[in-house]
């Protein structure tokens, strides 16, 4: 089992930047793929980014540019860095894992493992 944890959720202004962490522990596996979606009433949920333990990253299309997904601490954090945040951004962000190819972190469908969320609230 993993069990992911995320940090550093809060509010900010549109334009501003936030960083959020998600912590992995348990059985990681040997190549993991970490990533992040996001969850809205209206949107419901959506694909942010991923990271694979080698470092190959893809990024859904309205945050290229903004934002960047980076690993940290053996590969065992998750990290978004979100620049020029929109207050589409807003919403609840979910930190994703899966032992298998990055592949597996690009739809919520073929994750294993889910952390609880950190909420983003952005004021205009």
């Known amino acids: 089992q993993v069990q992911l944890k995320e940090s550093g959720g809060g509010s900010v202004q549109a334009g501003g930047s936030l960083r959020l962490s998600c912590a992995a522990s348990?059985?990681?596996?040997?190549?993991?793929?970490m990533g992040w979606f996001r969850q809205t009433p209206e949107k419901h949920r959506e694909w942010v980014a991923s990271?694979?333990?080698?470092?190959?990253?893809r990024y859904a299309d309205f945050v290229k540019g903004r934002f960047t997904v980076s690993l940290d601490n053996h590969g065992n954090t998750v990290n978004l860095q979100m620049n020029t945040i929109k207050p589409e951004d807003a919403g609840m962000y979910l930190c994703?894992?899966?032992?298998?190819?990055?592949?597996?972190?690009?739809?919520?469908?073929?994750?294993?493992?889910w952390g609880q969320g950190t909420q983003v609230t952005v004021s205009s």
């Open positions: 990271i694979n333990s080698g470092g190959t990253t």
């Open positions: 348990g059985d990681v596996g040997s190549r993991p793929c």
């Open positions: 994703a894992a899966a032992n298998d190819g990055l592949w597996r972190c690009l739809d919520g469908a073929t994750v294993d493992y």
